[in-house]
Nanobody
């Protein structure tokens, strides 16, 4: 079992920045892919950014150049630096741990971009 705890969400003005953090505990696999997904009401949960055990990153087209994912392998944490935020980035953001066809999710943290 893997437990994921997100932090860092909140209210920010358009053009602002936020950093989300996720702390993983339990049976964390170093070989896991970790990442961030987001979901708005009545929509599916979409990938925002992922990072592999080797440090390879992937980003949704909508966040490329604005968001940056990083991972601390010793502390089992993953971070999402979000810059130049827009109202379209408003969503609940979920941390994800994926290994050998098993997904674990955090409870989510709300990010609201509004003036």
């Amino acid at each position: 079992q893997v437990e994921l705890m997100e932090s860092g969400g909140g209210l920010v003005q358009p053009g602002g920045s936020l950093t989300l953090s996720c702390a993983a505990s339990g049976s964390v696999f170093p070989g896991a892919v970790m990442g961030w997904y987001r979901q708005t009401p009545n929509n599916e949960r979409d990938m925002v950014a992922t990072i592999s055990s080797g440090g390879d990153t992937k980003y949704a087209d909508s966040v490329k150049g604005r968001f940056s994912i990083s991972r601390d392998y010793l502390r089992n944490t993953v971070h999402l630096q979000m810059n130049t935020l827009t109202p379209e980035d408003t969503a609940v953001y979920y941390c994800n741990h994926y290994y050998r066809f098993r997904n674990y999710w955090g409870q989510g943290t709300q990010v609201t971009v509004s003036s």
